[in-house]
């Protein structure tokens, strides 16, 4: 299943901000995708590649280190109504914290991908 990327959506103090995302129906596809993803050289230097999904009606996510930014994915999914499609929220830390901007900045990155792809 091809990845669909919307990259360097979001600026702030230096960390730069990507979204990502597909269809999945298990958690290996849904490793397969991170796996396609950190291929792309700039990808794989991420610091964090946060993501969540309702695979076969049960929530999973994973942080990767920014704590609390899968669960608001995983909300927004829910939210959304959309099963079986995961969305990763690529960062690259700019050396500034950003305190809770970094929320809406994953936020208007899920925002951003479910218009883009008309899923929202």
């Known amino acids: 299943m091809p990845v669909k990327v919307f990259d360097k959506i979001i600026s702030d ?7 990502s995302g597909g269809a999945a129906t298990s958690r290996a ?12 050289k700039r990808f794989a230097k991420a610091t964090h590649h946060s993501w ?6 049960a929530p999973v996510r994973d942080d990767d280190g920014e704590s609390g930014a899968a669960a608001l994915i995983l ?17 690259w830390y ?7 901007d970094r929320f809406r900045h994953v936020a208007d ?12």
Do not use: C, F, N, P
């Open 52 to 57: 969540a999904a309702i695979l076969g009606g």
């Open 75 to 91: 909300q927004m999914l829910e939210r959304a109504g959309l099963q079986d499609h995961v969305v990763i929220v690529t960062r």
């Open 109 to 120: 990155a899920v925002r951003h991908y479910l218009r883009e792809t008309g899923l929202g």
């Open 13 to 19: 103090r230096g960390s730069r901000y990507a979204v």
């Open 29 to 40: 596809e849904v490793a397969a995708m991170l796996a396609e993803l950190r291929q792309v």
């Open 94 to 100: 700019g050396g500034k914290h950003l305190g809770g």
